[in-house]
């Protein structure tokens, strides 16, 4: 089923739009939530919550891309979720992919910071649409999904070690970009 019927199912109000979404962008979603939250049954609680979460926001909202729209309501929903049960505790993949990028984006703590999101937020997606088709593969994965560095490797065919260094020049790449952007310092 394409997404434009699955979409429209959620316009008609039937309850197999949930089940052709979870069908087709399940295995996504359930990924994001995992690797975010480390745990099944609270990454299960997340799936369950962003297929309603898409109930809910489906109509008025035609998204496209779904699954950008799906995933994203998925890793909002995990991250809150990881931030209220790991005030004290670390979960390492998900703190480690964070820290990695830690150096290479601005903190927003203050006002002027939060109001230059929006031209972060486009500066990035600028940056990612210059790289390499396998560059761009490898920070979406990482950074996106929170895929380990070791998926990664199994994913792309290459060794752990060629992954970690081609992502680190990515970052050093995106880092010297957001400097001549003028939105690092």
């Known amino acids: ?51 309603l979460g898409a109930w809910n926001a489906i109509p008025p909202s035609r998204p496209s891309p779904l699954r950008t729209f799906v995933c994203r309501i998925a890793r909002n929903l995990a991250t809150k979720k990881y931030h209220a049960g790991t005030a004290q505790k670390r979960n390492s993949q998900y703190d480690l992919a964070l820290d990695e990028l830690c150096e290479y984006i601005p903190d927003s703590d203050s006002v002027e910071d939060r109001c230059g999101a929006r031209e972060l937020a486009a500066a990035i ?32 065919a290459m060794s752990y070690g060629a992954v970690s260094v081609r992502l680190h020049r990515v970052k050093e790449k995106l880092k010297n970009y957001l400097l001549r952007e003028g939105l690092l310092v």
């Open 1 to 51: 089923m394409t997404d434009t019927q699955i979409i429209d199912l959620f316009f008609e109000r039937s309850e197999q739009a949930i089940e052709e979404l979870a069908k087709k962008h399940g295995a996504a979603v359930s990924r994001i939530a995992f690797n975010i939250l480390g745990n099944p049954q609270d990454a299960e609680e997340c799936v369950n919550d962003t297929w």
């Open 125 to 156: 997606d600028r940056f990612l649409d210059g790289l390499e088709p396998l560059d761009r593969f490898l920070f979406m994965r990482r950074y996106w999904y929170s895929d380990s560095l070791g998926e990664l490797a199994k994913l792309s």
